[in-house]
Nanobody, 121 residues
Framework: QVQLEESGGGLVQPGGSLRLSCAAS????????MGWYRQAPGKQRELVAT???????NYADSVKGRFTISRDNAKNTVYLQMNSLKPEDTAVYSC???????????????WGQGTQVTVSS
């Protein structure tokens, strides 16, 4: 019942920028929050940033001041503006959505397939 369309990944040099986008199709389900996780080679998946329907945001300490998350509620789309990129930011970035189904009064988590971000000289 949930589909995520992710885009914006690519190869950039250190200090460069990328903007990730994720559009969610959820039908009659209600989105509580959206965001981005990432998984670097040999590492566990970690939270990068999230934003609620009320625009409350949360960032990993490693990206504060460099990344900015935003959303368009009407389009169920979340964005991640990534500036001053570092080689350590290299990872597969996966869109995340937390949603609720009022029919059963329950919340669910869902991750997309991800888009590759590579930061290298």
């Amino acid at each position: 019942q949930v589909q995520l369309e992710e885009s914006g990944g690519g190869l950039v040099q250190p200090g460069g920028s990328l903007r990730l986008s994720c559009a969610a199709s959820v039908g009659i389900l209600s989105i509580i929050s959206m965001g981005w996780y990432r998984q670097a080679p040999g590492k566990q998946r970690e939270l990068v940033a999230t934003i609620t329907s009320g625009d409350s945001t949360n960032y990993a300490d490693s990206v504060k001041g460099r990344f900015t998350i935003s959303r368009d509620n009407a389009k169920n789309t979340v964005y991640l503006q990534m500036n001053s990129l570092k080689p350590e930011d290299t990872a597969v970035y996966s869109c995340y959505v937390r949603y609720s189904d009022y029919r059963i009064d329950y919340e669910f988590d869902y991750w997309g397939q991800g888009t590759q971000v590579t930061v290298s000289s």
